[in-house]
C-alpha cells in the first residue's frame, strides 16, 4: 500500500511538471500590437510618430506569434505580399488581405511559418508613405507540440507503471 501511495505521489508530480511545461510552451508565443503600443496602423506622420520598420526590426518574431493592427476599416486595411509587392507598394494580387468584410477593429495576424512576412496597407498613397513592415520569422525556440504530446504519453506510460507496482 505505502508503494503505490508513492508511486501516485511520483506520477502526480510528473504529471505537474508537464502541465508547467505545457504552460510554459503556450506562454512563448507572443502577441505583438504592431507599431508598438496600441496597436494602431495608419500613415506614419512626424505628428503620430509611428516608424513601422524600426518597431519591427526591434523585435524577434517566432512562429506562433500574433500580431495585432488596431485601424478603422473604412481608411485602412492590411496586405500580406510579396517582397516585390512590397518594395513597390503593388497593391494588386496580394498574397492575403485580411479584413475583407471591413469588420474588425483588431486583427490578429498569426505568423505560422519560418519565413519572411510583407505587409502593407493597400488604400492609396499609405504605403509609399511607410505604411509598411517586414518581419522575418524564425522558428520558435519551444518545445514543439508533437513533443509536448509525445512526453505527456511517455509520463501517463510511467504513471500508470507506478500505479500498477
Ligand atoms: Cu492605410
Same mark, same amino acid.
Given at each position: 500500500? =505505502? ?10 508530480? !510528473? ?8 504552460? %510554459? ?12 503600443? #496600441?496597436?494602431?496602423?495608419?500613415? *506614419? ?19 506562433? #506569434?500574433?500580431?495585432? /493592427?488596431?485601424? =478603422? *476599416? ?10 516585390? =509587392? ?15 468584410? %471591413?469588420? #474588425?477593429?483588431? !486583427? #490578429? ?6 519565413? *519572411? ?6 488604400? *492609396? ?7 509598411? /513592415? ?14 509536448? !504530446?509525445?512526453?505527456? =504519453?511517455?509520463?501517463?506510460? !510511467?504513471?500508470?507503471?507506478?500505479? +500498477? +507496482?
Amino acid at each position: 500500500m =505505502a508503494r503505490q501511495g508513492s508511486g501516485s505521489a511520483v506520477a502526480g508530480s !510528473l504529471i505537474f511538471v508537464v502541465i508547467l511545461a505545457l504552460l %510554459g510552451r503556450e506562454a512563448l508565443a507572443s502577441d505583438y500590437k504592431v507599431g508598438g503600443t #496600441d496597436g494602431t496602423w495608419e500613415v *506614419p506622420t512626424a505628428t503620430n510618430g509611428l516608424n513601422y520598420s524600426q518597431w519591427a526590426a526591434s523585435h524577434t518574431f517566432q512562429t506562433g #506569434d500574433r500580431l495585432i /493592427f488596431r485601424y =478603422a *476599416p473604412s481608411a485602412h486595411a492590411v496586405q500580406r505580399v510579396t517582397a516585390q =509587392a512590397y518594395s513597390a507598394c503593388t497593391v494588386t494580387n496580394p498574397l492575403e488581405l485580411y479584413n475583407q468584410s %471591413g469588420s #474588425d477593429l483588431n !486583427l #490578429d495576424v498569426q505568423l505560422e511559418n519560418e519565413e *519572411p512576412y510583407y505587409f502593407i496597407c493597400p488604400f *492609396p498613397g499609405h504605403c509609399p508613405a511607410g505604411q509598411k /513592415f517586414m518581419v522575418n520569422v524564425v522558428k520558435a525556440a519551444a518545445v514543439g507540440l508533437t513533443q509536448s !504530446l509525445s512526453t505527456v =504519453a511517455a509520463v501517463a506510460t !510511467l504513471g500508470s507503471f507506478f500505479l +500498477f +507496482f
